[in-house]
């Protein structure tokens, strides 16, 4: 029967993704790598940011890594192509975060790991 391992994938829960960030944080206790970048947004304080959102990192490993939801969709906006300068005007993001965004996304690319 031909269709049982076409049921089998459609059936099968979903498999996370492991990005590459420009840092390596350690696996959570779901075994999923929460990808995070230190960035600087309009206070000018750098804080850890997690680049997924709070349903697929539920538990990241450093209770300081924040979720900023204009972080996440930039991050996402660059792993389709959009450059930095756009995402800054558009995420209301400095400059220099966007870059770091962009950087993370095309490492995440490149690793073959984009969503």
């Known amino acids: 029967m031909r269709l ?12 996370r993704h492991h990005h590459a960030t420009d840092q390596r944080p ?3 206790p779901t075994g999923h790598i929460c990808p995070r970048v230190q960035l ?4 000018g304080t750098e804080r850890e940011y997690l680049l997924d959102g709070p349903s697929t990192c ?11 939801p204009r972080v996440h969709l930039a ?9 930095a300068h756009w995402l800054a005007r558009f995420a209301d993001l400095p400059l220099p975060a ?7 996304a095309s490492s995440a690319t ?6």
């Open 4 to 15: 049982l391992p076409h049921l089998t994938k459609l059936t099968a829960p979903a498999r």
């Open 26 to 28: 350690g696996p959570s």
């Open 40 to 43: 600087a947004l309009h206070d």
């Open 58 to 68: 539920p538990l990241p490993r450093d209770p300081r890594a924040r979720y900023e």
């Open 75 to 83: 991050y996402l906006l660059a792993q389709q192509g959009h450059d």
């Open 98 to 104: 966007a870059d770091r965004l962009t950087e993370a």
């Open 110 to 115: 490149r690793a073959g790991h984009a969503p």
